[in-house]
């Protein structure tokens, strides 16, 4: 089953192929049904500069809302994230950076409320 992420942003593809080592993993993209010799197939679509594309909370890109599928760029570095930060403006909300921080230190978010 695919995992919904807590926050993800929409740009269009031009967007991350302004980042000097931007690569696509084609092979990942949604797939489109097309008619071939009277058969239907399913095929990865094209990716145009005005398609969408979706930057995830871990700086995944994804065809698509879901943080698990259709990965097409995940060489997720420091520069990446600068880039992310600065020129795109990508920012995460200050509940979801909460939440991802709690989980990056080894807790559960419902360990660290206290009752």
Same mark, same amino acid.
């Given at each position: 089953?695919? @995992?919904?992420? =807590?926050?993800?942003?929409?740009?269009? #593809?031009?967007? *991350?192929?302004?980042?000097?080592?931007?690569?696509?993993? =084609?092979? &990942?993209?949604?797939? @489109?049904?097309?008619?071939?010799?009277? &058969?239907?197939?399913?095929?990865? =679509?094209?990716?145009? !500069?005005?398609?969408?594309?979706?930057?995830?909370?871990? *700086?995944?890109?994804? !065809?698509? +809302?879901?943080? !698990?599928?259709? +990965?097409? *760029?995940?060489?997720? @570095?420091?520069?990446?994230?600068?880039?992310? @930060?600065?020129?795109?403006r990508f920012e995460l909300p200050e509940d979801v950076r909460a939440d991802l921080e709690t989980k990056?230190?080894?807790? !559960?978010? #419902?360990?660290?409320?206290?009752?």
């Amino acid at each position: 089953m695919a @995992t919904m992420g =807590r926050y993800c942003k929409a740009y269009h #593809a031009r967007s *991350f192929r302004a980042y000097p080592n931007w690569t696509e993993n =084609r092979d &990942n993209l949604r797939k @489109t049904k097309e008619s071939v010799d009277g &058969n239907e197939v399913e095929v990865p =679509r094209e990716l145009t !500069d005005d398609d969408v594309l979706y930057l995830q909370e871990n *700086f995944t890109v994804t !065809d698509g +809302i879901f943080l !698990d599928q259709n +990965i097409v *760029f995940d060489n997720v @570095t420091p520069e990446w994230q600068e880039f992310c @930060t600065e020129t795109l403006r990508f920012e995460l909300p200050e509940d979801v950076r909460a939440d991802l921080e709690t989980k990056d230190n080894g807790q !559960d978010a #419902a360990a660290a409320v206290p009752s």
